[in-house]
Every structure is written in C-alpha cells, then in structure tokens.
C-alpha cells in the first residue's frame, strides 16, 4: 500500500526556473493538501482541495499554484523559482470532514533554489 | 502570526524519564487537537489527539493532557526509549470551507539519551 507518493524526492533550481511537485494517492481520499516545512516554522499550509477540480489558498500560498485535475492527484507548481522557496514540501491527504481520520502525509520533496 | 506556539525547540532526556512538550494556542473555534511524529526523511504521521471535551488522552506510553480553559496542551512521552527520538509536532484544527485546516506548532526535537 503507497499511501502517499511525492515527486520527485529531490530538487535543484536556478532562480526564475519553473518546476511542478507531483503528488499521487492511493486512498480515495477527498481533501488533499500541500504544506511546506521549514526550521523553527513548523509546516505551512500552501494550497489545498477539497475534492476533483476545486483547490483554495492557505497561509503562505503566493509564488505557488496548484490544480487537482484526477482526484488521486494534486500538482503544486513554481512558476519562477525564489530563493525564499528552499524548503520540504510535504503533500498530504484525509478522508474529509470529521477529525476521526488523520493527515496522512508523504516523504517529502527537498527543494533547493539557488 | 503563529497560531500554536510550541516550546521547547530541543529537549534531550534520558532513557526512561520522561518527555513533556508543550502547545498553547489563541483561536478557540480549533475543535481537535493531534500530535504528529517525524522522523529524519519522512514525512509526519499521526501519534495521538484530543478533542477539547476531554482533559486526558493516553495511549500505551503517549498522554495528551489538555487545558481549555489556559488553552494549552501537552505531550508526555513516559519511559523515553532511544527509538522516541524524532521531531514532534502539535497541531490545532477547524473545520473551514469544508475541510479540516491543521496549523502546527513549530517542532520539537526530541532526542533521548541512552
């Protein structure tokens, strides 16, 4: 049982390159969810979906879009690559309403712009 | 403006004592409160939660101790083992738009001496 895929694991990007994070699930889950993590922040919540063709913003969700067009996917994508964007994402996935059913999170995508 | 505050950024304990991290939070429409684990290259995964009616959750050698009132929560960890070290997150969550939005604190590395 995958879970929750992330790709790729790792990453270098130039500044101004654009990339896409490629979550997968395997679950059926509903909601979806893109944080990033960073030292001494905790994980912030960037975009996340509700279900199949719906995506909303989060706390920090600028630089970054996201569609969610199977609902077994969700990409996150970086137009023009900062700096400021070095982090781990962490893509993550619940059943939905109702706090009987945990996050389940994947591994991580290291992203580092230079 | 961090939603959950959580302290202490690293704590080292000994094998067999025992861990406490704490959370304090500002916003009380957070109706469920979980503990996430994270070890290095992974992605966080669900220890233990609380919902605010209940003052104490403990599951095998995990306890949740849980204040409304001051609202903070916290994590004891009795026994400590080696294999407890890792990166311990807590969370608060609402319902919002639908979805179940988690905020987290900013971590907890926690490393227990043999």
């Known amino acids: 049982n995958a879970g929750v895929t992330q790709t790729p694991k790792f990453r270098v990007l130039k500044t101004g390159q654009s990339m896409t994070l490629l979550c997968a699930q395997d679950?059926?889950?509903?909601?979806m969810y893109w944080y990033r993590q960073d030292p001494g922040m905790g994980l912030r919540l960037i975009h996340y979906?509700?279900?199949?063709?719906?995506?909303a913003k989060g706390e920090v969700p600028d630089g970054y879009n996201v569609s969610r067009l199977k609902k077994q996917n969700f990409l996150l994508g970086l137009e023009s690559a900062a700096p400021s964007q070095t982090s781990v994402y962490f893509c993550?996935?619940?059943f939905g309403q109702g706090h009987n059913y945990g996050y389940t999170f994947g591994s991580g995508t290291r992203l580092t712009v230079v | 403006q961090q939603q959950v505050k959580q302290s202490p950024q690293s704590l080292i304990v000994q094998k067999g004592g025992i861990s406490i991290i704490n959370c304090a939070y500002e916003?009380?429409?957070?109706?469920?409160f979980p503990w996430y684990q994270q070890f290095p290259g992974k992605g966080p995964a669900l220890l233990i939660a609380?919902?605010?009616?209940?003052s104490e959750k403990k599951e095998g050698r995990f306890t949740i101790s849980f204040n409304k009132s001051a609202k903070q929560f916290s994590l004891h960890i009795m026994d400590s083992q080696p294999g407890d070290s890792a990166t311990y997150f807590c969370?608060?969550?609402?319902?919002?738009?639908?979805?179940?939005?988690?905020?987290f604190g900013q971590g907890t590395r926690l490393t227990i001496n043999p």
């Open positions: 993550a996935s619940s």
């Open positions: 679950m059926n889950h509903e909601y």
């Open positions: 979906s509700v279900g199949e063709g719906t995506t």
């Open positions: 916003n009380t429409a957070f109706d469920y």
């Open positions: 609380i919902r605010p009616d209940v």
């Open positions: 969370a608060a969550s609402e319902a919002f738009q639908g979805a179940q939005k988690l905020v």
